[in-house]
């Protein structure tokens, strides 16, 4: 099994900036690719950003590009998310997740193990 755990959430103002940090444990070696998902109140988990093993390929949803840059650092078994120029549509629990697969991951379903979530809040 693999433990995913994130920190790093927390209330900003808009236009602010918050890194997020996700740190693996327990079998690790099955990781591969990796990526931040959101949930806001009353809405479904949506894909953020995804990363490949070897750091070399991301890709971000559309409503975070330009702002949000995801980075891994393998030897600690982390994955960070930095967040600039936040908005108040930001306000989510972001979720990090893990993925057996080698390439770039978008779906849930792609992803085999997810943490419990940190709180971003956004205040106009």
């Known amino acids: 099994q693999v433990q995913l755990v994130e920190s790093g959430g927390g209330l900003v103002q808009a236009g602010g900036s918050l890194r997020l940090s996700c740190a693996a444990s327990g079998r690790t070696f099955s990781i591969k690719t990796m990526g931040w998902f959101r949930q ?6 949506e894909f953020v950003t995804t990363i ?3 750091g070399k390929n991301t890709d971000y949803a559309d409503s975070v590009k330009g702002r949000f840059s995801i980075s891994r ?6 994955v960070d998310l930095q967040m600039n120029s936040l908005k108040p549509e930001d306000t989510a629990i ?18 085999d193990y ?4 940190t709180q971003v809040t956004v205040s106009s």
Do not use: I, V
Request: aromatic fraction near 18%; glycine fraction near 8%.
């Open 40 to 45: 806001a109140p009353g809405k479904e988990r």
């Open 52 to 54: 490949t093993f070897n």
């Open 73 to 78: 650092d393998n030897a600690k078994n982390t």
């Open 94 to 111: 972001y979720f990090c997740a893990a993925s057996s697969t080698y390439a770039l991951a978008y779906s849930r379903m792609q992803y």
């Open 114 to 117: 997810w943490g419990q979530g």
